[in-house]
């Protein structure tokens, strides 16, 4: 008995010491000794801009949860990367042959040991309730910060945004995984990344009440909607605002019947960080502007109809008034769960989705250095996917010109329009003087991460040629060139709480270059032809081959806020504008040859 009792406090004594070894051992959270683990993303600490975030403390790393995301690695990705070259290259015998949804996830799902070893390694670690997703290729479950970091031998802070108070549990410390488990890993979201907070479109484009731009008078005289802020009208310097109807105008879109669909098109939206959709915005634009009266055809996630955000206003309206009677669909992320990171749902949404629509809208950026390469990489081979199914993916180029960073001694390329597998859509706007010239904010430059690929290597050369070496310390000479094209980002009319206001920002022209890829897709399909999918290959062979196909833009500069000049506009394709102003009814033609 008496052995007994002295065995049980011996025991507990162990156990006493061992859970105060355990404690120090978590304040260092070095639970496997650092040799035996490996960096997967970053290796060294995360720069934060302290003018952006404050550094908070977790008040309770036990009970505070986060949700962890973790790429898994996919296979046979450069027989991905050769087909997908293949299929966009209208010179190529495989044009247009994609695979279906099913092809691309049996061809690319990861390794059932990849799947095994991760899933292993979180129960390993007490972590039971985990979701894989349909194609293996994530696996997400939320933990408690505590658990999060003694599992990636990190510390969280909690980062408050100075500005919009909303707050993230997030990592300054790069996060290592078990050696063994390297080779399984792409990366793993909800750690070191933040998601991105930018600045909703501009709004109010604003306009000299004696020089009324020649669209005002119809809109001050419509009697349904209230009329513009008329502090905001009173400001700027008469260039015309723009509705549907003139936009299309000016980009020559006549002569294609937009009122026979073909009934496998489709088309879609993205909609972040609880910025919702109106559906009775939508529907008194549509009444406003005499455009037809359609209706979003699906939702996926959530969205609060009395709760709209000026983005997704923008967004909805203008991709369906470019393509109306195309089924489009909005695709919501986040505003679930506080702190997740948006776009990273929105990829593992997309990536089990096995029908998706045709043509997607993004209008979401960051600066390509805040993003290690390993999640960049991962994510272009989740547009690698896209692109093998025929699907088109429009990002806007960004608002922030060539991205002037603070020290002045480079260009920051956008992410994701630096990605060769999307379609970059920049800025211009129409001036009084009825020019057309690159907007100063139209995100453009060269990336740091993606070399050059192939369909714009003559244009890319010929601009940096042309650049006589100046500039040169500030951009990467052999980085892929972004935009492509270009639509009008300034003084675009929408509809917002009943409400009609201009707005300025690539988020303008992204939906408005989708809604037009949506016709062009129509038309193909009823010729019997394949979706353009990856459109890039092909938008500069007719650049090539037919130049009337743009309005070349060779005014302008994208040198917004920055401390010295910007790329300049010029003809031919540039890092302002791209390709220029779709000349649509001349581009269409030589889409379906
Ligand atoms: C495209 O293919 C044709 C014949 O199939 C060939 O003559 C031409 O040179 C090719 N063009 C390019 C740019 O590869
Ligand atoms: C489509 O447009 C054509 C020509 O404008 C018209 O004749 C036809 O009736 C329209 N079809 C529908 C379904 O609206
Ligand atoms: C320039 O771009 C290439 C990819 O095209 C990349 O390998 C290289 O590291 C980049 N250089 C810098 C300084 O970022
Ligand atoms: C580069 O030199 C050519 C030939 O002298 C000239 O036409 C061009 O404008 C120069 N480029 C720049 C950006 O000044
Ligand atoms: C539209 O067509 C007119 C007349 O041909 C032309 O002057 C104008 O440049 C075209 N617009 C675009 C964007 O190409």
Request: with cysteine.
């Amino acid at each position: 008995m008496k052995i007994k009792i002295n065995l049980i406090i011996i025991i507990l004594f162990i156990l006493l010491i061992s859970n105060v070894n355990c404690k120090k051992i978590k304040n260092k959270k070095h639970l496997t000794p650092q040799r035996l683990r490996k960096f997967v993303e970053h290796s060294k600490p995360i720069a934060l801009n302290k003018k952006v975030w404050k550094i908070n403390e977790i008040e309770n790393v036990f009970s505070a949860q986060i949700e962890l995301t973790f790429g898994i690695k996919q296979r046979n990705l450069e027989e991905l990367e050769d087909f997908v070259w293949r299929v966009s290259d209208p010179n190529d015998s495989m044009y247009g042959n994609y695979k279906t949804f099913q092809e691309v996830k049996q061809w690319v799902k990861p390794l059932d040991e990849s799947i095994e070893s991760v899933k292993n390694w979180l129960i390993g670690n007490g972590i039971l309730e985990f979701k894989v997703t349909d194609s293996g290729d994530f696996i997400r479950t939320t933990v408690s910060i505590d658990k999060a970091e003694t599992l990636l031998s990190v510390r969280y802070n909690k980062m408050v945004h100075r500005l919009t108070k909303q707050s993230f549990f997030r990592s300054l410390d790069p996060y290592t995984v078990p050696r063994e488990l390297y080779d399984h890993i792409d990366f793993i979201g909800g750690v070191n990344h933040l998601p991105l907070l930018a600045p909703r479109p501009k709004e109010g484009s604003v306009i000299d009440s004696n020089d009324v731009g020649y669209e005002m008078d119809s809109l001050k005289r419509n009697k349904h909607i209230k009329s513009f802020n008329e502090k905001k009208l009173a400001a700027r310097n008469g260039d015309p605002y723009l509705s549907p109807d003139l936009i299309r105008k000016e980009m020559n879109v006549t002569q294609i019947s937009t009122n026979s669909t073909h009934l496998g098109n489709s088309q879609a939206i993205a909609q972040f960080l609880k910025e919702y959709f109106s559906p009775t915005d939508l529907r008194n634009f549509q009444i406003r502007f005499g455009l037809k009266q359609d209706q979003v055809e699906n939702v996926v996630g959530p969205n609060q109809n009395l709760n709209p955000g000026i983005e997704t206003a923008l967004d909805i309206q203008y991709i369906m008034a470019m393509a109306p009677n195309v089924p489009t669909w909005v695709v919501s992320t986040g505003g679930l769960h506080e702190g997740q990171e948006p776009f990273l749902d929105w990829l593992v949404d997309l990536s089990s989705n096995p029908n998706l629509p045709l043509v997607h809208s993004i209008s979401y950026g960051d600066d390509e250095s805040s993003i290690g390469v390993s999640y960049t990489d991962r994510v272009d081979t989740e547009f690698k996917k896209y692109a093998a199914m025929g699907k088109t993916i429009v990002f806007s180029s960004g608002d922030f010109g060539v991205g002037c960073n603070d020290a002045c001694d480079s260009f920051s390329p956008g992410w994701p329009a630096s990605s060769r597998f999307v379609l970059a859509v920049g800025g211009v706007i129409k001036k009084k003087d009825g020019s057309i010239v690159g907007d100063e904010i139209s995100g453009g430059g060269f990336s740091n991460y993606f070399s050059r690929p192939w369909y714009q290597v003559d244009e890319c050369s010929s601009y940096i040629e042309w650049l006589n070496g100046s500039l040169s310390s500030f951009y990467n000479q052999s980085g892929r060139g972004y935009p492509d094209i270009s639509s009008f980002s300034e003084n675009v009319i929408i509809l917002y709480k009943d409400r009609l206001m201009p707005i300025g920002g690539t988020s303008a022209s992204a939906p408005i270059i989708a809604g037009l890829l949506s016709l062009i897709n129509d038309q193909r399909l009823q010729n019997g032809q394949n979706p353009i999918g990856l459109f890039n290959p092909l938008l500069y062979k007719i650049a090539r081959d037919h130049p009337n196909s743009f309005l070349d833009i060779d005014f302008g500069e994208n040198n917004y806020k920055c401390c010295t000049n910007g790329f300049k506009s010029k003809n031919g394709w540039d890092p302002v504008t791209g390709l220029g102003l779709p000349n649509f009814d001349e581009l269409v033609k030589h889409c379906l040859e």
